[in-house]
């Protein structure tokens, strides 16, 4: 069975400073990875996938993603953040070679931008 | 154009109800997917369509939960003698094909509070 770990429920951060946001992932199989986003009454939103090739994924809004199998990890990073970024981000999976695409979330983290 | 469409935004009903949550997809697309996002978790799989056949129900919880897309396009996700423990947001999703790594495009969810 696969599983999303993203440990910290909460980052906050002040406007302009970089931030990372951790997710790391458990499965007995390959898997594909993404990265959405939920910003306040608005529906999820992808932010970035993975699903080959170069570990390092770059998506909207200047995000960017590096995938690292041997730490069975998926950290979202921004090099400089803005309000507008606060939102809650989700870490998901789904098999890879699986045919329904089935996300598997993890619990999402609260990014919260100070002035 | 327009999105995924939810109604309604808020259903508040009696412990024992019957309640009916609604799902318009993207035009074209294929693939349908029902998940339920609790307080402080992440979105939990709950049905997958494909087509107008349930392709992976697995995630349904228990026989209460039955849902339903006649025509291949909008789908209903009906609960019956709802419990209290059945309130959360009931989020919906749309893909234009099944399959490996598609982006799932999200609805903004049905809040249900069973009282």
């Known amino acids: 069975a696969q599983s999303v770990t993203q440990l910290d429920s909460q980052v906050p951060v002040f406007e302009e400073a970089p931030v990372e946001l951790r997710c790391n992932y458990s499965s007995s199989v390959s898997v594909y990875l993404f990265w959405y986003v939920q910003y306040p009454n608005q529906g999820l939103q992808l932010l970035l996938k993975?699903?080959?090739?170069?570990?390092l994924v770059k998506g909207i809004n200047g995000f960017e993603a590096e995938f690292n199998k041997s730490q069975t990890s998926f950290h979202l990073r921004k090099p400089s953040v803005h309000i507008s970024d606060t939102a809650e981000y989700f870490c998901a999976v789904s098999d890879y070679g699986g045919a329904t695409n089935k996300l598997i979330f993890g619990t999402g983290t609260l990014l919260a931008v100070q002035p | 154009g327009a999105g995924v469409s939810q109604t309604p935004s808020n259903k508040v009903t009696e412990k024992g109800k019957y309640v009916e949550l609604r799902c318009d997809p993207i035009s074209g697309h294929t693939a349908l997917y029902w998940y339920r996002q609790s307080l402080g978790q992440g979105p939990e799989f709950l049905i997958y369509f494909q087509g107008t056949g349930a392709a992976d129900d697995s995630g349904l919880p228990n026989d209460r939960f039955f849902a339903v897309r006649p025509e291949g396009s909008v789908s209903t996700l009906k609960i019956q003698r709802t419990e209290r423990g059945d309130s959360a947001v009931y989020l919906c999703?749309?893909?234009?094909?099944?399959?490996?790594?598609?982006?799932?495009?999200f609805g903004s969810g049905t809040q249900l509070s069973v009282l």
């Open positions: 999703a749309s893909s234009p094909l099944g399959g490996e790594g598609k982006e799932l495009f």
């Open positions: 993975y699903l080959s090739g170069s570990t």
